[in-house]
C-alpha cells in the first residue's frame, strides 16, 4: 500500500480538493495523513475553511468513521477517529532546515536569512527550490516516533501541475548526478528512493475534456520514462447521465415529433402553431443536441482513459461548490471505491 500519494493535474480541474478528499479518506480508523501543499497559494487552508497554515504541521481535521459514520460514532464504537494534518512548505524555512541538518548553521543560517541570501539562492536555482520542498515531503514519510512506528500512516502532496511534475519529482536524479559525494548527495539519492519506491504513487486528476485528458496521458507518459511510479486516475467533476441510451439518438436527431408528443403528454398542448409547446419545442431540441454532443465527446475521453491501463476513479460535480461536507462527501466516495 502506497505511503506517498502525489496528486497531480492539469489546472483547473480540482487537484487541491481531489488532494484534500484524498487524505481525509486515507484518515480513517485511527490512521493518521498529512497533506502537503508545495505552491504557496494556501489552497489546502480555503479547502478546510481554515486560517492560512504556517510553516508547521497542524491537525485541521478528523477524518469520517468506519462506512461513512461521524467521528463521534466511530468514537462510541471503540474506534478512533483519524486526524488529517496540514503543512504548507516554505522553500526558505526549508532550506534553513536543512542547513542546519547537514551543516550545522543554527544562528549563522538565520543571519544569511536576514542578509537575503536565502530568498537569493531559491530564487537563482529553481531546481533548488524543488529539491527543498521533495525532501520536506519525502522526510515526513521516513519519520518515525520513540518506539519505531511511522509518524504518519499516509502522506499526500498537492502537488504542481501536469506539465512540471516529472521535472519536479526527478530533479533530486540530477542534483544526485551534479553532487557525486557528501551529504547533498546523500540526501538526494534517498529522497529519489522514496519518490521511486513501491511507496509511492502518482495520482492524475482529470476531467472529460480534450485537453485535461490529453494531458494527463502525456504526463504519465513522462512519469514512466523518468522511472516514476503511476498510481490512479481521477475523473473529476463528472456529471450523472440525464437521458437515457434511447433517449440521446433522439436527442441527437432532433426528433421534433417526439418532443410535441412528450409535451401534449405533460399537459401542455399540441404543438398548434404559435402555441406554448411549439415556442418549447427549439429551445428543448437545442438543449438536447447539445447534450447529446457532450454525453458522446465525454464517452470518448473516458475510453483514451481507460486505455491507459491505471485505476479510475469517478467524482461527481457538487452542482453548490466544494465546501467543508462536500469535501467529506468526496471522501467517502474515494473510499467507496478504494483502495487508491
Excluded: W
Excluded at 293 to 310: C, I, K, P, S, Y
Amino acid at each position: 500500500m502506497s505511503r506517498l500519494h502525489v496528486v497531480s493535474g492539469k489546472g483547473g480541474t480540482g487537484k487541491t480538493t481531489v488532494a484534500a478528499a484524498l487524505a481525509l479518506a486515507l484518515a480513517t480508523e485511527g490512521r493518521r495523513t498529512l497533506l502537503v501543499e508545495v505552491e504557496g497559494r494556501q489552497g489546502i487552508a480555503q479547502v478546510f475553511e481554515t486560517e492560512a497554515l504556517p510553516y508547521e504541521e497542524r491537525k485541521i481535521a478528523v477524518a469520517p468513521g468506519p462506512d461513512g459514520a461521524s467521528a463521534g460514532d466511530a468514537a462510541r464504537g471503540g474506534r478512533r477517529p483519524g486526524e488529517v494534518h496540514a503543512l504548507a512548505i516554505d522553500a526558505e524555512r526549508a532550506l534553513l532546515d536543512y542547513l542546519q541538518m547537514f551543516y550545522k548553521l543554527g544562528s549563522a543560517g538565520r543571519a544569511l536569512k536576514k542578509l537575503g541570501a536565502i530568498d537569493f539562492a531559491t530564487t537563482i536555482a529553481p531546481g533548488l527550490r524543488d529539491v527543498l520542498l521533495t525532501g520536506k515531503a519525502c522526510e515526513a514519510v521516513r519519520r518515525k516516533d520513540k518506539q519505531g512506528r511511522y509518524v504518519y500512516d499516509a502522506v499526500v502532496m498537492d502537488a504542481p501541475p501536469t506539465g512540471r511534475i516529472t521535472r519536479f519529482l526527478n530533479v533530486n536524479d540530477e542534483v544526485a548526478g551534479l553532487a557525486k559525494m557528501g551529504p547533498i548527495h546523500n540526501q538526494a539519492q534517498a529522497v529519489m528512493r522514496v519518490l521511486k519506491s513501491p511507496e509511492t504513487a502518482v495520482h492524475m486528476v482529470t476531467l472529460l475534456e480534450e485537453m485535461p485528458v490529453q494531458e494527463t496521458a502525456d504526463g504519465i507518459a513522462e512519469l514512466r520514462a523518468a522511472g516514476l511510479p503511476v498510481g490512479g486516475v481521477v475523473i473529476n467533476m463528472t456529471r450523472p447521465a440525464v437521458l437515457g441510451t434511447g433517449d440521446l439518438d433522439i436527442a441527437a436527431r432532433g426528433a421534433r415529433a417526439g418532443v410535441a408528443k412528450a409535451l401534449s403528454q405533460a399537459g401542455l398542448g399540441g404543438a398548434r402553431r404559435g402555441g406554448l409547446a411549439e415556442r418549447l419545442i427549439d429551445p428543448l431540441l437545442e438543449q438536447a443536441r447539445e447534450h447529446a454532443e457532450r454525453v458522446d465527446l465525454e464517452r470518448a475521453e473516458h475510453a483514451e482513459l481507460t486505455a491507459l491501463g491505471l485505476p479510475t476513479y469517478e467524482l461527481e460535480l457538487l452542482p453548490e461548490g466544494v465546501d467543508l461536507a462536500g469535501l467529506y462527501r468526496l471522501a467517502r466516495e474515494l473510499r467507496r471505491q478504494g483502495p487508491i
